[in-house]
Nanobody, 122 residues
C-alpha cells in the first residue's frame, strides 16, 4: 500500500514563495516516478513537475520552468515542490503523486495525495 501525506499550501501574494511537502510510504518508493500535478478551476489536471529514478532527473512544464523546483529527501521518503515567483495563474489545487505513467500524451499516476490549495492573489 502506498500512502501520501501532503502539506504546505496556502494563500500568498504574487511574487511570494511556497514549499509543498509530501511524505510517501510504500515499498520501493524511489523506484517510482514521482511528481506534482495541479488543477485550476475549469481546467484539466496537469503534471507540472516530476522526478525520476534512479538519478533524480527532473522535468518541468514550461509554465513553471525556472520558478518551481522539485526535489526529494530519500531518508525521509519525501518529495517537495519549491514554488518561487508565484503568479495568480498558479492558483490551483496541487496534488502529490507517485507511480506516474503516461496515458496518451498525458501523465497520470497510480497513487495520489489529497490535494492542497494554493491561491495566489494579485
Amino acid at each position: 500500500q502506498v500512502q501520501l501525506v501532503e502539506s504546505g499550501g496556502g494563500l500568498v501574494q504574487a511574487g511570494d514563495s511556497l514549499r509543498l511537502a509530501c511524505v510517501i510510504s510504500g515499498r520501493t518508493f524511489w523506484s517510482f516516478v514521482t511528481g506534482w500535478f495541479r488543477q485550476a478551476p475549469g481546467k484539466e489536471r496537469e503534471n507540472v513537475a516530476r522526478i525520476s529514478p534512479p538519478y533524480g532527473n527532473t522535468y518541468y512544464d514550461d509554465s513553471v520552468k525556472g520558478r518551481f523546483t522539485i526535489f526529494r529527501d530519500d531518508a525521509l521518503n519525501a518529495v517537495y515542490l519549491q514554488m518561487n515567483s508565484l503568479k495568480p495563474e498558479d492558483t490551483a489545487v496541487y496534488y502529490c503523486a507517485t507511480s506516474l505513467k503516461r496515458i496518451g500524451t498525458k501523465w497520470s499516476a497510480d497513487y495520489w495525495g489529497q490535494g492542497t490549495q494554493v491561491t495566489v492573489s494579485s
